[in-house]
């Protein structure tokens, strides 16, 4: 088997897990280089590569500047910058598996697909849910008509509410003009986990929501601008930023802290001082919604519901066909032992167990699955960059009908995005 030669542009959480696990898969994949401003996060790449000839560059400017190094690219930078470095990559005769969503806006969007299919180059992206032990038995389940026909789904999507505190309030991904609007950067994994299973094109789209508590109006009397300046409610909040340094170090400091192992608490509150991650969080400048729920119409008259909630745990799904219903996710899991419940209308109800390994993954095993999965797709046919556009669509027309308060139909919304583009 020849070795898959990979290089990674961003080496923050996402760049670091993808590097980990294809370190882990030697027979296939060799870590050529990394790019990254920081030299610590970089040099983590290089000390899981086992390759004394690895290089680092300080951006990914510097990276591109050079010959081709490797076979692909894994660009896992911020949303703001992933366009520039993708064409860049597809340009110097990379594949490229990007981390989504694809790019901060439609535009860009379909321009990186042109370009990938006029180079004829692979453009995967880090779709990971389709890769879960969970969503492809729901696939498999589906397909195998044992529900019949797909008339309708529900789908939930609790976001956690530290991790909306986390990434949403306070992180990085708080305000749409520096990332992408909520429904995008949190959710284009479940239009996309939609349509695949339906199978067939979404006409349109309808969507409601706000930020309705994550407001300064919420903020307890007396709280101050950061949780490490002697809030009186500190003991009874459950987003006091102090948690950092205690129960909530894990899994979530180390996604910020570069030093996360070896700080004390008093270090990590220190830094809380200044960071952005010790704001109280009903006093931060957030402006993406902490609840939307979308409508969705596709061919065949068949629909489909997602509610994206601050105020939930974990993905749910329900499918309800012809033939029967199928019922799965975090819900069903934590009350019943159970992954995915079917009832078909004729014959007995059947209960699955999904028993793969899934621990250290934060995406259910979808990273194990996706890096599992490149080496037949990068070598192979893969999935066509096409396939990955239309649930981008889906996700940004039900921003354009929550922002403008009417249904957007799909062929028309994608036709005046391919016209600016």
């Given at each position: 088997?020849?070795?898959?030669?990979?290089?990674?542009?961003?080496?923050?959480?996402?760049?670091?897990?993808?590097?980990?696990?294809?370190?882990?898969?030697?027979?296939?994949?060799k870590?050529?280089?990394?790019?990254?401003?920081?030299?610590?996060?970089?040099d983590?790449?290089?000390?899981?590569?086992?390759?004394?000839?690895?290089?680092?560059?300080?951006s990914?400017?510097?990276?591109?500047?050079?010959?081709?190094?490797?076979?692909?690219?894994?660009?896992?930078?911020?949303?703001?910058?992933?366009?520039?470095?993708?064409?860049?990559?597809?340009?110097?005769?990379?594949?490229?598996?990007?981390?989504?969503?694809?790019?901060?806006?439609?535009?860009?969007?379909?321009?990186?697909?042109?370009?990938?299919?006029r180079?004829?180059?692979?453009l995967?992206?880090?779709?990971?849910?389709?890769?879960?032990?969970?969503?492809?038995?729901?696939?498999?389940?589906?397909?195998?008509?044992?529900?019949?026909?797909?008339?309708?789904?529900?789908?939930?999507?609790?976001?956690?509410?530290?991790?909306?505190?986390?990434?949403?309030?306070?992180?990085?991904?708080?305000?749409?003009?520096?990332?992408?609007?909520?429904?995008?950067?949190?959710?284009?994994?479940d239009?996309?986990?939609?349509?695949?299973?339906?199978?067939?094109?979404?006409?349109?789209?309808?969507?409601?929501?706000?930020?309705?508590?994550?407001?300064?109006?919420?903020?307890?009397?007396?709280?101050?601008?950061?949780?490490?300046?002697?809030?009186?409610?500190?003991?009874?909040?459950?987003?006091?930023?102090?948690?950092?340094?205690?129960?909530?170090?894990?899994?979530?400091?180390?996604?910020?802290?570069?030093?996360?192992?070896?700080?004390?608490?008093?270090?990590?509150?220190?830094?809380?001082?200044?960071?952005?991650?010790?704001?109280?969080?009903?006093?931060?400048?957030?402006?993406?919604?902490?609840?939307?729920?979308?409508?969705?119409?596709?061919?065949?008259?068949?629909?489909?519901?997602?509610?994206?909630?601050?105020?939930?745990?974990?993905?749910?799904?329900?499918i309800?066909?012809t033939?029967?219903?199928?019922?799965?996710?975090?819900?069903?899991?934590?009350?019943t032992?159970?992954?995915?419940?079917?009832?078909?209308?004729?014959?007995?109800?059947?209960?699955y167990?999904?028993?793969?390994?899934?621990?250290?993954?934060?995406?259910?095993?979808?990273?194990?699955?996706?890096?599992?999965?490149?080496?037949?797709?990068?070598?192979?046919?893969?999935?066509?960059?096409?396939?990955?556009?239309?649930?981008?669509?889906?996700?940004?027309?039900?921003?354009?009908?929550?922002?403008?308060?009417?249904?957007?139909?799909?062929?028309?919304?994608?036709?005046?995005?391919?016209?600016?583009?």
């Amino acid at each position: 088997m020849k070795q898959l030669t990979l290089s990674i542009i961003g080496c923050g959480n996402r760049g670091t897990i993808y590097a980990t696990l294809a370190s882990q898969s030697p027979e296939r994949y060799k870590l050529i280089a990394a790019a990254d401003p920081s030299p610590a996060r970089a040099d983590r790449i290089r000390q899981l590569s086992n390759n004394s000839d690895f290089k680092v560059f300080p951006s990914a400017d510097d990276f591109l500047a050079e010959n081709q190094l490797s076979d692909m690219v894994i660009i896992s930078t911020q949303d703001q910058y992933h366009y520039d470095p993708c064409v860049k990559a597809l340009e110097k005769g990379y594949d490229v598996l990007l981390e989504k969503p694809i790019a901060p806006s439609l535009e860009e969007i379909v321009d990186l697909q042109r370009l990938a299919e006029r180079l004829g180059r692979k453009l995967q992206v880090c779709y990971v849910l389709r890769y879960t032990p969970f969503y492809r038995k729901v696939k498999e389940l589906v397909d195998s008509d044992i529900i019949g026909d797909i008339i309708s789904i529900n789908a939930n999507e609790g976001v956690l509410p530290w991790h909306q505190a986390h990434s949403f309030v306070r992180g990085k991904w708080r305000r749409a003009d520096q990332s992408t609007p909520m429904i995008v950067a949190k959710c284009c994994h479940d239009t996309d986990i939609i349509q695949w299973l339906i199978g067939r094109k979404c006409r349109s789209v309808s969507s409601y929501g706000a930020l309705t508590y994550f407001v300064n109006t919420n903020a307890p009397k007396d709280a101050p601008e950061r949780c490490t300046d002697g809030c009186p409610h500190a003991d009874s909040c459950h987003y006091n930023a102090v948690r950092y340094a205690s129960d909530m170090r894990e899994p979530w400091l180390e996604l910020v802290y570069d030093n996360h192992d070896t700080a004390s608490a008093e270090e990590i509150v220190e830094w809380l001082k200044t960071s952005d991650f010790g704001r109280c969080v009903f006093r931060c400048d957030n402006d993406v919604v902490d609840h939307q729920v979308v409508g969705m119409e596709f061919e065949g008259d068949a629909t489909a519901n997602l509610t994206m909630t601050a105020f939930e745990t974990g993905r749910s799904i329900e499918i309800f066909g012809t033939q029967g219903c199928l019922k799965g996710g975090f819900f069903l899991k934590k009350n019943t032992g159970k992954d995915i419940i079917v009832t078909p209308w004729d014959g007995p109800v059947r209960e699955y167990v999904v028993s793969e390994d899934t621990t250290g993954d934060h995406h259910m095993g979808g990273d194990k699955g996706i890096i599992g999965a490149l080496y037949d797709e990068m070598t192979g046919d893969g999935y066509p960059v096409s396939s990955y556009i239309q649930s981008h669509i889906m996700a940004y027309a039900a921003e354009e009908s929550r922002t403008g308060g009417r249904k957007i139909d799909l062929d028309e919304f994608a036709e005046a995005i391919a016209e600016r583009s």
